[in-house]
């Protein structure tokens, strides 16, 4: 599976959200490979940067343990979890922070 495939099979009222997450982590992260890992669209780049997967009631993003801490007080209004950030569909998605979330791990990425 592709992640134009994975896309594809979301309901049509998602696909232009799933599409435009995947613009801004695509522009965030330039170098990363495309895959589907654990059943999710991936972004690679000598390491799993971030997936993402839509669900019914939210958008999944999944960044890797710990990485949202910097971004504790932009995260206030989301639940999240350990590795996981929930983006509610009956409100704006954020994707600028999806973007800065993207960057830090790039980097995260490329220090280690």
Known sequence: ???????????????????????????????AMEKISWGMPTFWQDENLIHFAAFKKHIGIYPGDLCHIPFKKELAGYKTTKGAIQFPLDKPIDYE?????TKFRVLAATAR
Request: aromatic share 2%.
């Open 97 to 101: 922070l999806i973007a800065k979330i």
């Open 1 to 31: 599976m592709t992640i134009d495939e994975y896309i594809a099979a979301r309901p049509e009222e998602l696909r232009p959200v799933l599409k435009k997450i995947r613009m801004v982590i695509r522009k965030a992260a330039p170098r």
